[in-house]
Antibody
Framework: QITLKESGPTLVKPTQTLTLTCTFS??????????VGWIRQPPGKALEWLAL???????RYSPSLKSRLTITKDTSKNQVVLTMTNMDPVDTATYYC??????????????WGQGTLVTVSS | QSVLTQPPSVSGAPGQRVTISCTGS?????????VHWYQQLPGTAPKLLIY???NRPSGVPDRFSGSKSGTSASLAITGLQAEDEADYYC??????????FGGGTKLTVL
């Protein structure tokens, strides 16, 4: 059974760096083909893909946020960490981590964490 | 502005059939990448509803179906039920190696 859970601060100040941790179980990020992604959702708005890390440590980032994002993994702890620099109030959102599954062409997210709401305010 | 375009809202009466469209371009859906659909009930995380254009994960009723043609995809829901009231999102992939989500569609069951 695959589960994921996000953790991190609920409130950050503008210009600060956000660090979120995704702790998962039921799979290993050292297994070929496995990936974990981060997706966010501002209140009342649409989902936005942020980043993805693969079992082989390959990383992909949203082009619009690439300069601010870093995704890393700790295979021994079954964790994926996302950092986002220079936080702004527009970054207020619920942040989700999700397990990536390969499709015939592309990929999708078959298991999601419950999400964690991050508010950016002074 | 999402790269994948969905209608902001659709509605239907119980028992009716509704469809939700997802329009992309030649660099994503039209390039042959699969389309997937998620259902998000109020206050909850998205749930995978359709993967690989038309496949249902175990436990998803066959009232939900998906299709894809050219640069667009559609989600159809038949026999509409009150519990189907939710936000629906399409997702695909881009030649820039990015995952893409649609803007979401709010389904109201009248």
């Amino acid at each position: 059974q695959i589960t994921l859970k996000e953790s991190g601060p609920t409130l950050v100040k503008p210009t600060q760096t956000l660090t979120l941790t995704c702790t998962f179980s039921g799979f290993s990020l050292s297994t070929s083909g496995v990936g974990v992604g981060w997706i966010r959702q501002p209140p009342g708005k649409a989902l936005e893909w942020l980043a993805l890390i693969y079992w082989d440590d390959d990383k992909r980032y949203s082009p619009s946020l690439k300069s601010r994002l870093t995704i890393t993994k700790d295979t021994s702890k079954n964790q994926v960490v996302l950092t986002m620099t220079n936080m702004d109030p527009v970054d207020t959102a619920t942040y989700y981590c999700a397990h990536r599954r390969v499709a015939a062409a592309g990929y999708y997210f078959d298991y999601w964490g419950q999400g964690t709401l991050v508010t950016v305010s002074s | 502005q999402s790269v994948l375009t969905q209608p902001p809202s659709v509605s239907g009466a119980p028992g009716q059939r509704v469809t939700i469209s997802c329009t992309g371009s030649s660099s994503n859906i039209g390039a042959g990448y699969d389309v997937h659909w998620y259902q998000q009930l109020p206050g909850t995380a998205p749930k995978l509803l359709i993967y690989g254009n038309s496949n249902r994960p175990s436990g998803v009723p066959d009232r939900f179906s998906g299709s894809k043609s050219g640069t667009s995809a559609s989600l159809a829901i038949t026999g509409l039920q009150a519990e189907d009231e939710a936000d629906y999102y399409c997702q695909s992939y881009d030649s820039s190696l990015s995952a893409l989500f649609g803007g979401g569609t709010k389904l109201t069951v009248l």
